[in-house]
């Protein structure tokens, strides 16, 4: 174990004063967070709080200034992003990234790039198919002629075909409509119940702390608040600031 990392097992991911930002603008002010391996947490918080900044600093997209990051007890400092699939870090963006031209199934075997993914790909597709029978149906359509919640589907199913240690899903339900969401967000449940560890940022408040098992609140670069989600969404601060009823 990496000296300094504060122990237990079952802590897979470890994220202490992690400071990033672009140029000299400071996004995140000392963030700590934690993911114990088998838990769906999620990221909340309004627009422009550094959900994506913190997703991207732990993928190593941006270059966090201060503070530390493990994975399993390994440090990620000085890792390209590259390294992290290997490692076992799914990121799947903001705006899902997919190869337009490319058919849906070309997308979700790009997944499976990683070495330590490449021999288990078959079965991972099969998985992946057996979550999402949509993108089965259409595995030879161009990514780019799918819909919307169909496109977030083929990202969040690329990100599996990696068979990753951490899913991180950027909010998988931007753009979508509200049954589209829902159905999105029951997916995402259901990936965690496969036994997946999922980190998932949200502004989608209210259903997102419906189906994962604790989160932090995010505002303006700091960690405003953080327990089991059934504690968010019943917290009067949060729902008159963020939720509206
Ligand atoms: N490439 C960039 N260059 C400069 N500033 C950036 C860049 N990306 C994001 N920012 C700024 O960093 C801050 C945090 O952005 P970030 O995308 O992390 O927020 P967010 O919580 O994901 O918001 P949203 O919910 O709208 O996606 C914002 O003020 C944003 O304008
Ligand atoms: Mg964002």
Same mark, same amino acid.
């Given at each position: ?131 999402? &029978? /949509? %993108? ?6 161009? @990514? *780019? ?5 169909? +496109? =977030?589907?083929? #990202? ?7 068979? &990753? /240690? %951490? ?6 339900? @931007? *753009? ?5 969401? +829902? =159905?999105?967000? #029951? ?59």
């Amino acid at each position: 174990m990496a000296s300094g990392m504060p122990d237990s097992d079952r802590r897979l991911l470890v994220v202490r004063g992690l400071e990033a930002g672009y140029s000299s603008f400071r996004v995140l002010s000392g963030v700590d967070l934690e993911v114990r391996t088998g838990e769906a947490v999620a990221v909340i918080g309004p627009n422009g709080a550094g959900k994506t900044t913190l997703l991207r600093a732990i993928s190593k997209l941006v270059e966090p200034t201060a503070g530390e990051v493990w994975l399993d007890g390994q440090p990620l400092a000085g890792l390209p992003a590259h390294r992290l699939p290997e490692l076992g870090i799914a990121h799947v963006p903001e705006n899902r990234r997919l190869f337009p031209r490319l058919t849906v199934e070309e997308n979700l075997l790009m997944g499976a790039f990683p070495k330590s993914a490449r021999s288990q790909w078959r079965e991972r597709l099969a998985f992946v198919y057996g979550l999402f &029978p /949509r %993108l089965r149906e259409r595995r030879h359509q161009a @990514a *780019g002629t799918l819909s919307g919640g169909e +496109q =977030q589907m083929c #990202a969040i199913g690329r990100g599996l075909m990696s068979g &990753p /240690r %951490l899913l991180m899903l950027d909010e998988p339900s @931007a *753009g979508l409509a509200p049954v589209i969401v +829902q =159905q999105l967000f #029951a997916l995402v449940r259901r990936i965690a119940d496969e036994g997946y560890t999922v980190l998932i940022v949200e502004q989608n408040i209210q259903q997102v702390l419906r189906i994962v098992d604790r989160a932090y609140l995010l505002e303006t670069g700091r960690i405003r608040a953080a327990g089991p989600a059934h504690q968010l969404l019943a917290s009067e601060d949060l729902r008159k600031a963020y939720i509206g009823l």
